[in-house]
């Protein structure tokens, strides 16, 4: 476990911020602290870990997106992990994709509290409306190849036949390599790994082409 990743010294010792980014974190926390009374926003047992399990895991993604120039879309955002702290951070065209209504509601204040400039879908990734995306971004929704499906869905509305295929930049845990030999049973896949700085089993996977795999010639 990491120490005084809640202090700014100690956050910024693993990823920079400035003062004031950290002081919007800040307010993210209590705030959804609060509402965690009510509403389940994250799990129970990773409350007293937030600062590390949440807010760092997600700040990590920083350097995967700073020169993302285009629309970045979270699937499944939830509590706004990880794409309301990189709007925080800095990061422009992010557009949160969240079913259900209450933590949407959740998002806005936030959005509002930390005067960030974010788009909120209150939608399933199924319903959502085509965007061209430069990135999708995800943590913690689903396996891999349930992930590159919810993509190929979501690119299969375009009107665009020349539309590129966004980068793809998932947070995966331990497991992630079976998923990924799932995956590799259906598509092909042109990815980097990377070593999360928050969990020692845990990957950041960029992923930048997808390529179904031809069995026609099989007999």
């Known amino acids: 476990m990491l ?24 307010v993210f926390h209590k705030t959804l602290i609060r509402w965690q009374k009510s509403i389940n926003l994250i799990s129970k047992n990773s ?6 399990r949440h807010f760092l895991d997600s700040a990590q993604l920083f350097t995967y997106v700073k020169d993302v120039k285009g629309n970045i879309l979270d699937f499944g955002s939830g509590a706004g992990f990880p794409g309301l702290v990189l709007a925080i951070m800095g990061i422009k ?21 930390t005067n960030v400039d974010i788009t909120i879908h209150n939608c399933r990734i199924e319903s959502l409306n085509n965007i061209n995306a430069d990135m999708i971004v995800c943590r913690a929704l689903a ?20 539309i590129n295929y966004p980068k793809l930049l998932f947070l995966k845990g331990k497991n ?12 092909k896949v042109n990815l980097k790994e990377y070593s ?24």
Request: with cysteine; glycine share 2%; net charge positive.
């Open 3 to 26: 120490k005084n990743i809640n202090t700014y010294q100690g956050f910024c010792t693993n990823v920079f911020v400035s003062r004031e980014t950290f002081e919007k974190l800040c």
């Open 47 to 52: 409350i007293k870990n937030i600062w590390e």
């Open 93 to 113: 065209n992010i557009h949160l994709v969240e079913a259900d209504q209450k933590k949407c509601v959740f998002l806005r204040e936030m959005a509002m509290l």
């Open 143 to 162: 396996p891999m190849d349930k992930l590159i499906n919810y993509v190929d869905l979501f690119l299969s509305k375009s009107l665009n036949a020349k």
């Open 176 to 187: 992630y390599h079976n998923e990924l030999l799932e995956l590799n049973k259906k598509k």
């Open 196 to 219: 999360s700085i928050t969990d020692k089993y845990g990957k950041i996977l960029y992923i930048s082409k997808v390529e179904k795999l031809n069995f026609n010639n099989e007999k």
